[in-house]
DNA sequence: GTCTATAAGGTGATAGAC
DNA sequence: GTCTATCACCTTATAGAC
């Protein structure tokens, strides 16, 4: 096995594991054995856990599908693709994991800039009107909020209601940030 | 010292260090050690770590005050609680905990029952128009997101921002769910 | 680059004596 | 109720063979 070959099979088991049961329920050595390598070096690849976990997990991309297009319907749009079925299940699952370690500041940066560049950012340079910046991170904090409703609380009020009743709902709440009434 | 101020103890040393350092930072030995007890005796009153985080840790009436008053206005002044430096800060900390301590599906559930029982739940008998019962658990995904902004992401445009700019804006997108604009 | 072996220090949890 | 001793496990890190 080469070095970038093995170091791509550690990134590829931890990726997995991060996802499937979070940071904390992942050990350096499990990674390593679905990886078919010792322990000793994913440390000497990555550093240590926490770089493993910032340099495998990422959210990059998420919502371009959702920011293309008009301003109107921006905001049902976002929450149709974080509810979809298929396009939003990575992202649910990396975001709860990330949360759930931002107990280390590295992550809790690495997971403000992420939701920073993917969504935020683009979408403070498209908004018109008063506190553009405030209001695309508030944005995001709605887009979290979902997600900590459906991906890490599973509440089943909003999990089991139809997607399109979500949508049209949290959709308004979120275009009326977008559309900056106040 | 008597059984159940040992029990006290105990209790006041594990909400302490939970609030301040969050679940996985708290180990049950120094918690023991600041309740001047032994660390068997912890597990032989709360049985697991779990279960202490789980008894010691509350919200309860957390929302009171912002959902007493008139239903007009009270997006904003359920995200000017949730803001304020005294009122919302035991809150903010305890939600942070509590957030980054779900892994643990004990802790999930008395998460979602905390969140229901003194927000959705209340919110959602005061809501006319249609999915009253859904709509009241979007606007609790909202207040998470807030919260996940503001005490989990610490995000500096947020965070930075005058507390009434902050309210203005997303207390508006709160109040689109409470009147069920749609 | 790769791997084996091992160490230090910490964790939650349990058994059993007093 | 209380405490001592102990278990099995974890992460981080290092030394050294190949």
């Known amino acids: 096995m080469t070095g970038t070959s093995t170091r791509a099979a550690i990134a590829e088991a931890a990726r997995r594991q991060f996802q499937a049961g979070g940071y904390a329920a992942t050990s350096v050595r499990s990674v390593a054995a679905e990886a078919g390598v010792d322990a000793a070096l994913v440390m000497r690849h990555f550093g240590s856990k926490e770089q493993l976990f910032i340099e495998t997990i990422d959210v990059e991309g998420a919502f371009e599908q959702a920011l293309d297009g008009p301003a109107d319907g921006l905001g049902e749009r976002l929450v149709s693709l974080v509810l979809d079925d298929r396009l939003g299940r990575v992202f649910r699952t990396t ?11 590295q992550v809790r940066a690495h997971l403000l800039e992420a939701m920073d560049a993917t ?3 683009p979408l403070a340079a498209r908004l018109t009107g008063p506190d553009a910046r405030l209001r695309a991170r508030l944005v995001a904090a709605q887009v979290g909020g979902l997600l900590e409703a459906v991906a890490i609380l599973e509440d089943p009020v909003v999990t089991g209601a139809p997607a399109a009743d979500v949508a049209r709902w949290y959709g308004a709440a979120v275009q009326a940030l977008v559309d900056g009434d106040a």
């Open 95 to 105: 975001y709860r994991a990330m949360i759930r370690a931002t107990d280390s500041d």
């Open 119 to 121: 969504l935020a950012a």
